[in-house]
C-alpha cells in the first residue's frame, strides 16, 4: 500500500523534522541573552548607587519596567521576527526597579556592541532555518509517495506521522449481500429512471 504526499502531510513533515534540529534550542538562547541584555542595559542606566541605595526598600515604592523599547538594527529580536511590530520591545520576566520619571538607557557602548553580537547570531539562525526549510521542501517535494521518502532518506522516518490504518478487506459479495438487505436494486434501469 502507497501513502500518497499531499500538501498538508508535506508541511507536517517538514514541521516535525524542523523541530528534530538544534533551531529551537539556539532562538530560545538568543532570546534569553538578548533580554538579559536588555534588562542589564536598564540597569546601568540608573543613577550610580541606585540599586544599593534602594536594595532593602519595598518595590512597591518605585517604578518598574519590565521591557526596553530597542527598535534599532542591531536588535535581535526584530532580526529573528522579521522586524514584526513587537521586534521593537525586548521584554525580560521579572520587572527592573527605575527611577521615577527618567532612567532611561542611554547610549551604553558595551551594550550596544552586546545587542549587534546577538544580532549577527540571530541573523545566522535565521539563514540556517530558511536553508534547512528550503532543503527539505525540495525534498520533500521530489517525492510522490511516503515510501519513496523512506526508500530515499529511511533516517525520516520518525518524523512521519502515522496516518494509514489498515482498513478490513471487504469482499464484493459481503457488500452486495448488505446492500441488498437494504433495499438495493442490481437492475440500471431503475436508477436510471430517477
Known amino acids: 500500500m502507497t501513502t500518497r504526499l499531499n ?3 508535506r508541511e507536517e513533515i517538514l514541521k516535525n523534522i524542523i ?3 538544534d533551531l529551537a534550542t539556539r ?3 538568543i532570546l534569553d541573552r538578548t533580554n538579559e541584555v536588555a534588562r542589564q542595559l536598564v540597569m546601568r542606566s540608573q543613577p550610580e548607587g541606585f540599586y544599593e541605595v534602594t536594595a532593602n526598600l519595598p518595590s ?3 517604578c518598574s519596567t519590565s521591557q526596553l523599547r530597542f527598535d534599532d538594527s542591531c536588535n535581535p529580536k526584530k ?3 522579521h522586524g514584526s511590530w513587537s521586534s521593537a520591545y525586548i521584554y525580560f520576566p521579572d520587572p527592573v526597579r527605575v527611577v521615577a520619571n527618567g532612567g532611561t538607557p542611554h ?3 558595551v551594550m550596544t556592541e552586546a545587542f549587534a553580537l546577538l544580532a549577527k547570531e540571530a541573523a545566522q539562525y535565521v539563514a540556517d532555518e ?3 526549510r528550503s532543503e527539505a521542501r525540495a525534498f520533500l517535494a521530489s517525492c510522490k509517495t511516503v515510501e519513496q521518502i523512506l526508500e530515499r532518506m529511511p533516517e ?3 518524523h512521519i506521522p502515522k496516518i494509514s490504518r489498515p482498513l478490513p478487506l471487504v469482499a464484493p459479495s459481503n457488500l452486495l449481500s448488505t446492500l441488498s438487505a437494504l433495499g438495493f436494486d442490481r437492475t440500471a434501469s431503475k436508477a436510471q429512471a430517477a
Do not use: I, M, R, Y
Request: no cysteine; charged share 40%; proline share 4%.
Open 19 to 21: 523541530k528534530a534540529t
Open 79 to 81: 532580526v529573528l521576527e
Open 107 to 109: 547610549d551604553d557602548k
Open 60 to 62: 512597591e515604592w518605585f
Open 156 to 158: 525520516l522516518e520518525p
Open 130 to 132: 530558511a536553508a534547512a
Open 27 to 29: 532562538k530560545k538562547s
Open 7 to 9: 500538501k498538508a502531510l
